[in-house]
């Protein structure tokens, strides 16, 4: 181990403790007993360290290391020999060591190699590509970075928009399968009570990833999703739910779920309920030719069998990801003030969206925690960079919160409409559709979209089988740029 520092383990029956010895130039320097396999416990104890000997900052990483593979060595001890002598603490566990130490070592080298990668988004990026996932590089790179948001205290939320059959629960589905089985909870639908019923503790830290968005009316689903929205924005739930006691007499019990939880699903509606979206990135797929074009050339060649061992690309990754929730700590932010007096405020989304964006940072910073400096307390100090990147790879999201930017695939249907003898005259819904070529569902949607956004006006509504007319609108306003909605900081302190 580098800069002169040495560590040492003996396992004592101390309640399954296990006595650890920080020696420096062969002099012990801090010794402490803890339950190896816990993560809260390293991650404390390198903390203790860091304040009693500041020159183990420098090392913290590497100590890190050295507790972890010590940990899984444990844990897989417990794994092979279903040890009973302490059951206690075997129930406690840590999960992600237990499964860390179930994986091969060549995952694990693999995935030590990935996190000490400079350019570990381009790593992850290809092995997206390798798995079957077709372009869409930008939008699957963010969805990755849902996932891993799991692990920081205001993880990300993000609904995924897009066409029917354009391969929406496909994309966030296979990043999905990147993640360490334990860590993901699939659920094709949530009902309103369900959070308030999952087992104590199951929700805490996990990528909740659900299917396909109701297409209720609004009522229906502000109380659908209510608890959702609350758990997204507090990290917790609590209710009062009658329950009958012993006596069969009905009572009041308050039930609590802890969090936090990252949070993605799929919707075909171009218009999401207000109070969800606003607590979610809104999220988009390609629905240009060239992207089915590349959809169709990743199908040939997976057919042809000319893939990658997608099998060891997921452990890879599952064991990355055991690696980053082993200890996971706070993240830095040095430039938040910069951030703050640049970031936009002329719609009241801001106050949420400015959350997001520090998530987002947070998230590349928690990959990128190998290449990181750490303050004297053990937290990682993001850097200029991570914030470029969420600023790259959130500029469209952020685009459609803050200015009311238009869908993509809704820009392109706007400008083939302009194409067409619509440009100054009135026409239907099902006009459109034939003319540019789309179901007559997927242009009354987007017509509403435009409609709302103020480029086009109903002129009169469908009445039962007569489709609704539509008329250009002349004072449409102009779009904004992408990148220019978020601030470009350059200084860490000066805005």
Known sequence: MPNGFDVSFNRAGNRGKTTITILYDGTPVHVDAILLTAATAREEFL????????????????????LLAAAAGQAAQVTDTAAADEPENVDKADENATYLAGLPAEAREAAEAMLENPDILAEISADIAAIGVAGEADLALLIYLIGVSRLLRNPLAAILQGSTASGKS???????????????????????NALFYSDPGMLIHKWIVCGERSRKEEDDVADATRALREMISSGKLSKFLPERDEDGKMRSVLVERQGPIAYIES????????????RCLLLQTTETEEQTRAILRTQAAARNGHRPATEAILKKHHAAQCMLALGA?????????????????????????????????????????????????????????????????????MARGLSGKLQDSVREFYKLLNKQTFADDDYTTADAARKIKVNVRTAQRHLRALAGAGYVRQVEPGRGARPAIWAPEPNAPAEISDLNILPEILSETNP
């Open 267 to 278: 919707t075909t509606l171009a218009e999401v309920f207000e109070e969800d979206a606003n």
């Open 47 to 66: 903390d203790a360290l860091c304040k009693a000997v500041p020159a183990a900052v420098a090392s913290r990483t590497e100590i890190g290391a050295a």
């Open 329 to 397: 700590p706070d993240i830095m932010l040095p430039f938040a003030g910069a951030l703050a007096a640049k970031f936009p405020t002329e719609r009241l989304e801001s106050r949420r969206a400015i959350g997001m964006v520090m998530s987002c940072v947070q998230s590349l910073a928690l990959l990128r925690r190998r290449q990181r400096q750490v303050t004297e307390d053990g937290r990682i100090i993001a850097t200029l960079c991570d914030y470029a990147d969420a600023r790259r790879l959130l500029a469209q999201p």
């Open 170 to 192: 496909y994309i966030y589905g296979a990043i999905a399968a990147m993640f360490p089985p334990h860590s993901v909870v699939h659920a094709t639908q949530i009902t309103p």
